[in-house]
């Protein structure tokens, strides 16, 4: 959807002492993202959204304004609110200059798209009056045109509004945060650069709070639905239960919880839905992944006579490039709206929570498939410890991370083989976790990192990101040390894209090796609180996590792990040699 972009500029202003000098547009944006839970606003300025910086500025937090927390560059402010969007705030939000600002943008934003995440994209535009005056314009590729931008972003959010008149600004404003929350994808606003400090009377009044209209189900073909999937289920000898990741954006994971007691079965998730659910559950089973699985998880999923999928997304990725041994017959596929039982039927305009919700009284408790788990399991073993002065191991590393874990943790996993060892990590209960599976934008976790921090105070965030990723969005740890956050970053320093490597190598693969805790001495310049080090061992990795627990506990901890460049997971072996295999099919015969 696209608001209308051919009205004409609003005329000039007359000062009218009956409309308060706060009712700005600037303003009203400001209390509406606080509302709905953006009180940090992430930016990078540009002549075009200075005036709304302003008017942002200018509504602070302790009135019911937002904060900003500057950015080193318009991508990273862009990953920085899709990490706050995470954190279970709500939405996420960004401002930033035009075109050269919305488009260095564009790539988070299209990774939030892909992940179902609410995002407020601001840009601040070109003043109301050059709109339809044939002028060119700097920041622009050179034509009197400037839709440009608003065209790449058509394809990477669900609602567009171009805000260059005032008398239309409160409902375009209004109609596009609202449509982020209901459809949880990123909108994009452009507001005239002209118009944000303007005080108008549609703005007077602080706006009401949003009253969405909740969606409901249809109730004959929910009963129909949780009529055909329990006759499924109740007639098979051992089902199962996998959840994927698109339960966050259908809100159905306490839901999905609630099956699972009463039904008795077995849960596992797939990769992307870790964290989703909770790993403390007594018939939790691991991650399902393929040839990648937790041990025993895909020998109990692939021999199930039955398996209800709660939101999955089969790519290639997260199929193992394409290798699950599932078969479409044996499956539930339940969608945030739709249930799909085998080869058929099919049900739509079902809420994914409602139908849990009733499945769960009409499911006949069958607990087979767990005890032939609990049969086959054997516990995993712990890597041996290192001799003294042993190179470092990356298992060894995930051993001591491990106990790092509580409640009060997130753990942050970048793309490459952070995605393998993370995934074998227990998760506590309370215990946040976030990656970026669909997408898999390398860089993405240094800018969720900050956004993820600056929302949820209650949490220390740890991220592992590889040195190759690292090297892409590396300025904003200074963000981080800017903004007194206490993340732990373990920087895995293998001397290149290790994971590209497992797929198909090649001397494209090899990085220029940085001194990654220089680099981050030069980022805090004596100013705030910041640890490093650089470690190569055991020893010396125990030595820095303690200092990172304790007399650091409220600085940035940042360290290097220097590891041999072959050092990866088993995982993630097998899986780039799947995915190889997937991406080098020859063509079809014409």
Same mark, same amino acid.
């Given at each position: 959807?696209?608001?209308?972009? $051919?009205?004409?500029?609003? !005329?000039? !202003?007359?000062?009218?002492?009956?409309?308060?000098?706060? /009712?700005?547009?600037?303003?009203?944006?400001?209390r509406?993202?606080?509302?709905?839970?953006?009180?940090?606003?992430?930016?990078? !300025?540009g002549?075009?959204?200075l005036?709304?910086?302003?008017?942002?500025?200018?509504?602070?937090?302790?009135? $019911? #304004?937002?904060?900003?927390?500057?950015?080193?560059?318009?991508?990273?402010?862009?990953?920085?609110?899709?990490? =706050?969007?995470?954190?279970?705030?709500?939405? $996420?939000?960004?401002?930033?200059?035009?075109?050269?600002?919305?488009?260095?943008a564009i790539?988070?934003?299209?990774?939030a798209?892909?992940e179902?995440?609410?995002?407020?994209?601001?840009?601040?535009?070109?003043?109301?009056?050059?709109?339809?005056?044939?002028?060119?314009?700097?920041?622009?590729i050179?034509?009197?045109?400037?839709?440009?931008?608003?065209?790449?972003f058509?394809?990477?959010?669900?609602?567009q509004?171009?805000?260059?008149?005032?008398?239309?600004?409160?409902?375009q404003?209004?109609?596009?945060?609202?449509t982020?929350l209901?459809e949880?994808?990123?909108?994009?606003?452009?507001i005239?650069?002209?118009?944000p400090?303007? !005080?108008?009377?549609? %703005?007077?009044?602080?706006?009401?709070?949003?009253?969405?209209? @909740?969606?409901?189900?249809?109730?004959?073909?929910?009963?129909?639905?949780?009529?055909?999937? /329990?006759?499924f289920?109740?007639?098979?000898v051992?089902?199962?239960?996998?959840?994927?990741?698109?339960?966050?954006?259908?809100?159905?994971?306490?839901?999905?919880?609630?099956?699972?007691?009463a039904?008795? =079965?077995p849960?596992?998730?797939?990769?992307?839905a870790?964290?989703?659910?909770?790993?403390?559950?007594?018939?939790?089973?691991?991650?399902?992944?393929g040839a990648?699985s937790?041990?025993?998880?895909?020998?109990?999923v692939?021999?199930?006579?039955a =398996?209800?999928?709660?939101?999955?997304? %089969?790519?290639?990725?997260?199929?193992?490039?394409?290798?699950l041994?599932?078969?479409?017959e044996?499956?539930?596929?339940?969608?945030?709206? &739709?249930?799909?039982? $085998?080869?058929?039927?099919?049900?739509?305009?079902?809420l994914?929570?409602? %139908?849990?919700?009733?499945?769960?009284?009409?499911?006949?408790?069958?607990?087979?498939a767990?005890e032939?788990?609990? &049969?086959i399991?054997?516990?995993?073993?712990?890597?041996?410890?290192?001799?003294? #002065?042993?190179?470092?191991?990356?298992?060894v590393?995930?051993?001591?991370?491990?106990k790092m874990?509580?409640?009060?943790?997130?753990?942050?996993?970048?793309?490459?083989?952070?995605?393998?060892?993370?995934?074998?990590?227990?998760?506590?209960?309370?215990?946040?976790?976030?990656?970026?599976?669909? +997408?898999?934008?390398?860089?993405?976790?240094?800018?969720a990192?900050?956004? +993820?921090?600056?929302?949820?105070?209650?949490?220390?965030?740890?991220?592992?990101?590889?040195?190759g990723?690292?090297?892409v969005?590396?300025?904003?740890?200074?963000?981080?040390?800017?903004?007194?956050?206490?993340?732990?970053?373990?920087?895995?320093?293998?001397?290149? +894209?290790?994971?590209e490597?497992?797929i198909?190598?090649?001397?494209y693969?090899?990085?220029?090796?940085?001194?990654?805790?220089?680099?981050?001495?030069?980022?805090?310049?004596?100013?705030g609180?910041?640890?490093?080090?650089?470690?190569?061992?055991?020893?010396?990795?125990?030595?820095?996590?303690?200092?990172?627990?304790?007399?650091?506990?409220?600085?940035?901890?940042?360290?290097?792990?220097?590891?041999?460049?072959?050092?990866?997971?088993?995982?993630?072996?097998?899986w780039?040699? &799947?995915v190889?295999?997937?991406n080098?099919?020859?063509?079809? @015969?014409?």
């Amino acid at each position: 959807m696209a608001a209308a972009i $051919g009205s004409l500029p609003s !005329p000039s !202003p007359t000062a009218d002492p009956s409309i308060p000098a706060s /009712a700005t547009l600037g303003r009203h944006l400001a209390r509406r993202l606080a509302e709905v839970g953006a009180r940090d606003v992430f930016t990078v !300025p540009g002549d075009f959204n200075l005036t709304l910086l302003d008017e942002l500025e200018a509504e602070q937090p302790s009135g $019911g #304004g937002v904060r900003l927390v500057g950015c080193c560059n318009e991508l990273n402010a862009a990953y920085a609110a899709d990490g =706050y969007a995470r954190a279970g705030r709500g939405v $996420g939000a960004c401002a930033v200059t035009f075109t050269v600002g919305g488009l260095s943008a564009i790539n988070a934003v299209a990774g939030a798209f892909s992940e179902n995440l609410p995002l407020v994209c601001v840009v601040g535009g070109p003043n109301s009056n050059d709109y339809g005056s044939n002028r060119v314009l700097h920041h622009t590729i050179g034509l009197p045109d400037f839709t440009q931008e608003l065209r790449c972003f058509q394809n990477v959010t669900c609602y567009q509004a171009v805000v260059n008149n005032l008398e239309d600004a409160h409902e375009q404003i209004d109609t596009a945060i609202s449509t982020a929350l209901k459809e949880s994808k990123p909108v994009y606003i452009s507001i005239s650069c002209n118009l944000p400090s303007i !005080p108008h009377p549609t %703005f007077s009044r602080h706006p009401v709070p949003f009253f969405l209209s @909740p969606r409901l189900s249809n109730q004959m073909s929910l009963e129909a639905a949780v009529e055909a999937a /329990a006759a499924f289920l109740n007639k098979s000898v051992k089902p199962v239960l996998v959840g994927g990741p698109k339960m966050r954006v259908a809100k159905a994971c306490k839901a999905f919880v609630e099956l699972a007691d009463a039904s008795g =079965y077995p849960v596992a998730v797939m990769p992307s839905a870790k964290g989703l659910v909770p790993e403390h559950h007594s018939r939790f089973i691991g991650t399902y992944w393929g040839a990648v699985s937790t041990a025993f998880c895909a020998e109990i999923v692939e021999s199930a006579d039955a =398996y209800l999928f709660a939101g999955p997304i %089969f790519n290639d990725y997260s199929s193992v490039g394409y290798s699950l041994l599932i078969k479409k017959e044996k499956a539930i596929i339940v969608q945030p709206d &739709r249930v799909v039982i $085998g080869n058929g039927p099919a049900f739509g305009c079902i809420l994914m929570k409602d %139908f849990f919700h009733a499945l769960a009284s009409r499911i006949k408790k069958n607990t087979t498939a767990y005890e032939n788990y609990s &049969r086959i399991f054997v516990p995993q073993g712990e890597p041996l410890s290192s001799e003294p #002065g042993e190179p470092l191991r990356v298992n060894v590393l995930f051993k001591h991370v491990q106990k790092m874990l509580s409640g009060n943790s997130a753990v942050i996993a970048e793309t490459g083989d952070s995605w393998f060892n993370c995934q074998k990590l227990k998760l506590p209960e309370g215990c946040g976790y976030e990656f970026q599976m669909q +997408y898999g934008s390398i860089g993405w976790s240094v800018g969720a990192t900050l956004g +993820y921090a600056q929302a949820a105070k209650d949490k220390r965030v740890i991220s592992f990101i590889g040195d190759g990723s690292f090297q892409v969005t590396a300025q904003e740890v200074s963000t981080m040390i800017r903004w007194g956050q206490n993340n732990i970053i373990f920087l895995i320093n293998n001397a290149g +894209y290790t994971i590209e490597v497992e797929i198909h190598d090649g001397p494209y693969n090899i990085i220029k090796n940085w001194n990654y805790t220089g680099v981050v001495e030069a980022f805090h310049n004596g100013e705030g609180k910041c640890y490093t080090a650089k470690v190569q061992t055991e020893e010396e990795l125990n030595k820095a996590i303690a200092a990172s627990l304790g007399p650091n506990k409220d600085c940035l901890c940042f360290i290097e792990v220097i590891v041999h460049k072959d050092d990866t997971s088993k995982e993630l072996l097998e899986w780039g040699s &799947r995915v190889s295999a997937a991406n080098s099919r020859p063509p079809n @015969p014409q």
